[in-house]
C-alpha cells in the first residue's frame, strides 16, 4: 500500500497528456481548499470525497465516478473517506480536451476557458481497468512508450466524456440529495452489509422511492453500485499490495473467495491471480474489452516525475 503522506506528483509527461497521483490526507490543512487547478484535468478517485465546485452542489466523488476540472477551476472538499483525497489524474491538453468534447458539444470551441460542461460523470468498468493499467504501467516501467500511453488515454477520455454527455441527457432532477445522501453512506461503508430498509430510513424515504430515484439517477442498482466499489478497490488492493486473496474478499464484504472471484470475473473478464500475475511481469493486465492492447510495450521516452501542483 502506498503512503499516505501528502503527494502530488507527476508519473508520466507526454506532449498532450500528463499523468499524476493526488494522496492528500483528511488531516491535512489544504484538504477542505487546495485552491485552483492549474490543468484542465480528468480524474479517477480511488477513495471518497465530497466535492463542491464553486457555485455548483456538492457531489459525492468515488470511484464509480469521474470528476472533471476546468483549468482555474475553484472548488472544495468534504471528508468521507477516512484516508482523505486518493486519486489518479489526467492533465489533457486544451486543444486536445476542444476536439474530444466538440464530438458531443460542438459549442465547446467557442468556450476557450470552460471547455468542459459538467463537474462530474459515470466512469464504466472497461474504462476503469483501462486507466488503472496504465498507470500501473507508467510507474512500474522507467520507459514507458508515449505512444502507447498517450493513443489509449485518449480512447479512455473519449469513452468517459461521451457517458457524461450521455447522463446529462436523461439525469432526472428527482430529489438528488436523497440519492447523494445514500451514495455517500454506501462510500463510508460499502464494506458493510446493507439492508433497503436501513438505507431508507437513513435518508428518510421509502424503499420504493429510493430503488426508483437511485436507479433514475445513477442508471444502476443499488447492489450494483455497491459491488462497483467493492471492485475498484480490489483491484487497487491486487495491484498495489501482495495481500492473500481470501483476505481481501473478506475485508471487502464478500463471503468467500470463490465469492469474490466469480464478481471480479464477471465485471473485468479476467481472475483476481491474473491481473495481479500480469502486474507482477510489469504487463498490462489483460481486458476482454482491450485485447489488442494486453500487454503494453516496454521501450520509448523515460517516465519524467516530478512534484506538481493540478
Known sequence: METPAHVN?????????????WRLPAAHPRFRDSGPTKHYLVVFPRTSAWIGHAGSQPFVADASLVTYYNRDQ?????????????????????????QVVAEWDPAA??????ILGFSHGPSDTQAYLTQRS???????????????????????????IGLAYAEQRVRPADRPDVVEHTREIIARRYASP?????????TNTSVFHLCRMFRARTGTTIHAYRNQLRLRAALHALLDSRADLTAV???????SHSHFTAAFGAAYG?????????????????????????????????????????
Open 109 to 114: 470551441t467557442d468556450r476557450p476557458h470552460r
Open 270 to 310: 479476467v481472475t483476481p491471480s491474473l491481473v495481479r500475475r500480469a502486474n507482477t511481469c510489469r504487463r498490462m493486465p489483460p481486458s476482454t474489452s482491450f485485447r489488442d492492447r494486453s500487454t503494453a510495450p516496454r521501450t520509448g521516452a523515460p517516465c519524467r516525475r516530478r512534484d506538481a501542483t493540478t
Open 134 to 160: 496504465v498507470y500501473s504501467h507508467v510507474r512500474s516501467n522507467p520507459a514507458p512508450d508515449p505512444l502507447f500511453v498517450e493513443e489509449t488515454m485518449i480512447g479512455v477520455l473519449a469513452r468517459v
Open 194 to 202: 446493507l439492508t433497503l430498509a436501513a438505507l431508507a430510513s437513513e
Open 9 to 21: 506528483e507527476i508519473v508520466f509527461e507526454g506532449d498532450a497528456i500528463k499523468i499524476g497521483r
Open 74 to 98: 475553484e472548488y472544495t472538499r468534504g471528508v468521507i473517506a477516512p484516508a482523505g483525497d486518493w486519486c489518479e489524474y489526467y492533465a489533457v491538453d486544451p486543444g486536445l480536451l476542444r
Open 249 to 255: 474478499a473478506l475485508a471487502l464484504g464478500y463471503s
